[in-house]
C-alpha cells in the first residue's frame, strides 16, 4: 500500500493499536483478528496478514476485496478466516469494523444453550436481547474444524448474525461487529466483561438482566463515550509493548 492520504495512514494505525489493545485486554491471545472496512472503497477492507495480534505493525496490514482476495498482490500467508469479515461487510453495510476472537469468557455461552448471553450491566447495552448463537454443523456437518474457512461458511455466518451485534460460535468463540472501529474494540472487550459477570451473577442466583429501553439507553450513552476507554486502552497497550520489546525478548 503506497502513497496513502494522512487518514488513511491514521485508520491503518488505529487498526494496529486495535490489534494490541484487543491482545493486552485478554480478548485475543496468539490467535483471533480485526478489520476495518476500506472508507472509500466500501467492498475492500484492511486485516493484518496471518499472525499474533499482538505483534501486529502497519507493514503487517494488508487490503481484502469482499471475497477474501488480497487486492494488491501481497503474496504473504493470510487468515484461514477472512471469510468472517469479507461476508459480514457484504451483509451488512451499516458495519465498518468486525472483531472474531476466542475470549474464554465467551466461549462457555457458546455451547450451553439453556443459559444464553444477555446484557447484565450498564456497560453492555449493546449485546441485545439474547445474542444468537451459529452452529456450523447446520452448514457443513459434524466433522469440520469448526473454522469458517470459506465464503459459504462466512455468509452462513452472516446469516447468523442477521442485524445483531454480537454472534456467538459454537465451541469456537464469538464475532462482533460496529459502526466504528473503536466501536468494535469497545464491544468485544465488553462481551468479555458481560460473560465473565455473568457467569460469576449465575452462581448467585437468578440475574436481573436488562430492558430492552435500558439496552437502548445505555448502548448510546456509553458508546458516546468511545474515545475515554480507548484512550486509555492505547496508552496501556503501547506502554506494555514499549516494555516487552525493551526486554529483548522480540
Request: glycine share 6%; proline share 5%; charged share 25%.
Amino acid at each position: 500500500m503506497k502513497n496513502l492520504s494522512a487518514t488513511m495512514l491514521e485508520l491503518l494505525d488505529d487498526l494496529v493499536d486495535a490489534n494490541l489493545i484487543l491482545f493486552n485486554e485478554g480478548v485475543v491471545d496468539a490467535f483471533g483478528h480485526v478489520s476495518v472496512r476500506h472508507p472509500d472503497k466500501p467492498d475492500h477492507y484492511f486485516l493484518a496478514r496471518n499472525m499474533a495480534p499482538g505483534l501486529v505493525t502497519r507493514d503487517d496490514i494488508i487490503e481484502f476485496d469482499l471475497d477474501g482476495n488480497v487486492v494488491d498482490g501481497d503474496t504473504r500467508k493470510v487468515y484461514l478466516e477472512r471469510y468472517i469479515h469479507g461476508e459480514i461487510f457484504r451483509a451488512r453495510p451499516d458495519v465498518m469494523a468486525v472483531v472474531h476472537s476466542h475470549s474464554p469468557s465467551v466461549v462457555p455461552f457458546s455451547a450451553v444453550r439453556s443459559n444464553p448471553l444477555r446484557p447484565m450491566c450498564h456497560m453492555s447495552g449493546f449485546i441485545g436481547r439474547e445474542t444468537p448463537v451459529f452452529e456450523i454443523r447446520d452448514v457443513a456437518g459434524d466433522a469440520t474444524d469448526l473454522l469458517i474457512t470459506n465464503p459459504t461458511l462466512g455468509a452462513a455466518l452472516s446469516t447468523t448474525l442477521a442485524n445483531n451485534t454480537v454472534v456467538l460460535m459454537r465451541g469456537h468463540g464469538s464475532t462482533v461487529v460496529a459502526p466504528t472501529l473503536k466501536q468494535a474494540v469497545y464491544r468485544a472487550i465488553y462481551v468479555e466483561v458481560n460473560a465473565r459477570l455473568q457467569a460469576e451473577a449465575n452462581r448467585l442466583g437468578s440475574i436481573e438482566f436488562l430492558s430492552e429501553g435500558e439496552m437502548e439507553t445505555t448502548q448510546k450513552t456509553i458508546e458516546g463515550q468511545v474515545e475515554r476507554p480507548w484512550q486509555l486502552w492505547r496508552m496501556r497497550a503501547r506502554h506494555a509493548q514499549k516494555q516487552w520489546l525493551d526486554s529483548g525478548l522480540s
